[in-house]
């Protein structure tokens, strides 16, 4: 069995960097949930990363967007000084992220049953290629099985992207699963791909009428019991 993993809210918990900044400089402002400003800001992040690799935003200007949309939304207009405070504390944060003992107790049993373990990222490089290091991800996975769209040049939802992932290894589609908590990035690019799929959906995301996700989770223990299940 393959397991190919997302990093950005998969194997940590993204939204953390985020809140707190949120409840620093804005929560006396709005009654906004924080939750939901947290997804709208993914939503606007993936449209700016594609407007980015289009050549339509200059690189400096993405993070301002992306907050400056989100809470446009909720009735808050956010200065460039005010987005620069905003990126200052929420990079800040970011150095301070760690995976939690449950994915590291999950890691571990994918090392002792065999499993080939892998991360495939969206994003630039220096900045994902922190994350790993602040996470301590060199314990389970070095260099030559991380990548990250921004190095490989191919961008999930693009198919291309995963079989860039599967050409590196030889590894079979069939025996390969892709775990990710996107659904339009990571189910259907992965799905596309002709992988096997398993939403990584514990923000209890609305579900498509038409799921393409093999499999659903919502906790890594569901995530782990699916995998016992697979390997038997």
Known sequence: MNLIFDLDDTLYNLMGPFELVHKKLYADKTDADCTQLFMQSRVYSDEI??????????????????????????????????????????????????????????????????????????????????????????????????????????????PQAFKYVENAFALNPEETWYVGDTYE????????????TIWFNHRNRECPEKNRADITVKSIEELKEVIRGQIG
């Open 49 to 158: 990363m594609e407007a980015e690799k289009k050549g339509l935003i200059p690189h400096e200007d993405c993070f301002y967007e992306r907050v400056k949309r989100t809470y446009h939304d909720v009735g808050i207009e956010m200065s460039r000084e005010d987005a620069d405070i905003f990126e200052q504390l929420y990079r800040s944060f970011q150095k301070k992220i760690t995976l939690g003992n449950r994915v590291e107790g999950f890691l571990d049993y994918c090392k002792s049953n065999d499993i080939f373990i892998a991360i495939l990222t969206n994003g630039r490089p220096e900045p994902q290629y922190a994350k790993v290091v602040a996470l301590g991800l060199h314990k389970w996975f070095d260099d030559e099985h991380i990548f990250i769209s921004g190095g490989i040049g191919y961008q999930k939802p693009d």
């Open 185 to 196: 990035a990571d189910v259907v690019g992965a799905n596309t791909a002709g992988w096997h």
